[in-house]
């Protein structure tokens, strides 16, 4: 059986998985990664025919490390202002920057418990994707992310198991019954 952790990014607001065998939280691992220049020059380098395809058209993976760093950096901070902000303020909660992951479930009330949802980055046209379930409107758990190169999820293994992820913690916060902060806060 696999072993998580739930660890608090902001209060009440949001969390972050880790999985088995992991060193470090989702959060803080994508986030460190999106900026580490020697992760990023291998990445572009190992899904470079995907970088230069149609879907972006970028031709330098120099160009890209260093777009990915500088919208990480704007990402990050987004999400934890937000994160800190919607606990006061319903109007500007992690709800209204993260989106449901299926078009589907884009107008369905009331909102599916445990939704799969997903924030893009902040630059244009950004390829940065951080994965989430929504418990509440401003409480949300990080399950994980990805550099989407591709059209779709179903393109490339790493995405893949960005939506193995997704499923792996709804079926664990189901399992432990959490619906809100409170009981996020006793797995911590």
Known sequence: MEKYSVFKIIEDSLYSMRYCNEKSDKFYELFDNWTDIEYLYLFFKKHESDLKS???NKKKVKNAVNRTKKDAKKLENKLIK???EGKIDNYNSLQ???KPL???DRNKFPIPDYQYNKIYGIEYKS????YAIRLDSNLFVITGGAIKLTKTMNDRNHL???LEKLERTKSFLEKECVIDS???EILL
Do not use: M, P, Q, S
Request: aromatic content about 22%.
């Open 102 to 104: 299926y078009n589907k």
């Open 127 to 130: 390829w940065l994707r951080v």
């Open 82 to 84: 937000i994160a800190k």
């Open 182 to 184: 409170g009981d996020l």
């Open 96 to 98: 209204t920057i993260f």
């Open 54 to 56: 149609g879907f972006f």
């Open 160 to 162: 893949k198991e960005e």
